[in-house]
Every structure is written in structure tokens, then in C-alpha cells.
């Protein structure tokens, strides 16, 4: 992409682990897509959690699930976001809100990363309604004991799912 000035080129990062990327996500990305002119996807490399997929996976599953989009990024970071953010000359974080409870813990978040960084503004996108329940923490559980994740993930992360959890569902 090229450097163009920060006032006509709108860039916008929009973090998470994705551990793995669900339809809810892809409503995001989709949507965001196409308020920016680069939506830079951002996979969150948290040392803190045991990830079902490495990073290196999980930005592959991105890659494929927006394939279609022209103008998203897949990336990776391990730094705070707000520092991300400036690095990526980024305006914008994007937060998608699935419920009340999601939307107490992403203003704080939001308020913490605007304090570090007060040139990056958040918005919070709602997710449609149809994917509210969906976590990724729900779809693993799900593959986990070979329930059905078809609806809730892409193909390829369904396949990956399989993948994964083949001969451990009645564990």
C-alpha cells in the first residue's frame, strides 16, 4: 500500500487472537472493510494464553477467509496496541461488541488505549445479531466434541477444526 497523508487515507487496525476466526468476526471485517480504505486485521500474540492455533496458522486462516476483500491486511503484533497502532500509522481501532458485558470491558480498553495512544480513536462495531452468541471460546468447545461448526466458521477453519480435534471429541 502507499504512504498517503494520514487525512485522505484511512487506516484502521482491528486486533483479536481469533483463535479461530468466526462468522461474527468476518461480519466485522467485512463491515469495516468497507469504511477504510485499509483494514489491517491484527492477530494478538498473547503470551498468556494457550491458543489452539499458532499465530502463524490463525493468520493463515484470515488470509483465506478474506481473500475477498481487497483492502484488509493480516498481520500480527505483540507490543501494546496502542503502540501498534502509531507503528501501523493507523487512526482507528475497530471493536466489535457482541453484548453489554462486551461493551463495559471494551470502553475500558478503549479509554486505556486512547490514554496511550490519543491520536487512535475507537469504534465499536455491533455484531448482527444472528452471530451475539458466537465465541470462539464456543465454536472450540463445539469442534472439541464434533459438533456441527459449519455455520459459524468459514470452511477453512472448519477443516482446520477437524483437523485439530480429530479422534479427541469424547475425551
Known amino acids: 500500500m502507499t504512504n498517503e497523508s494520514t487525512s485522505t487515507y484511512r487506516v484502521a487496525v482491528y486486533p483479536g487472537s481469533f483463535d479461530p476466526v468466526t462468522m461474527g468476526h468476518m461480519d466485522i471485517i467485512t463491515r469495516a472493510s468497507k469504511q477504510f480504505d485499509l483494514l489491517i486485521v491484527a492477530v494478538l500474540n498473547n503470551l498468556s494464553k494457550n491458543p489452539l492455533f499458532s499465530v502463524e496458522e490463525r493468520k ?21 496496541l496502542a503502540n501498534y497502532i502509531r ?14 458485558t462486551d461493551f463495559e470491558y471494551e470502553l475500558q480498553l478503549a479509554s486505556t488505549n486512547h490514554k496511550l495512544n490519543p491520536d487512535a480513536e475507537t469504534i465499536f462495531m455491533m455484531t448482527h445479531p444472528k452471530y451475539s452468541f458466537l465465541s470462539s471460546s464456543l465454536v472450540k468447545e463445539i469442534a472439541h466434541f464434533n459438533g456441527d461448526t459449519t455455520d459459524l466458521v468459514s470452511r477453512e477453519v472448519d477443516e482446520a477444526l477437524r483437523r485439530k480435534f480429530s479422534g479427541h471429541g469424547d475425551q
Open 60 to 80: 493463515d486462516l484470515l488470509r483465506q477467509a478474506t481473500s475477498h476483500l481487497p483492502n484488509v491486511e493480516i498481520d500480527s503484533f505483540r507490543d501494546l
Open 87 to 100: 507503528q501501523k500509522n493507523a487512526q482507528v481501532i475497530v471493536r466489535g461488541i457482541r453484548t453489554v
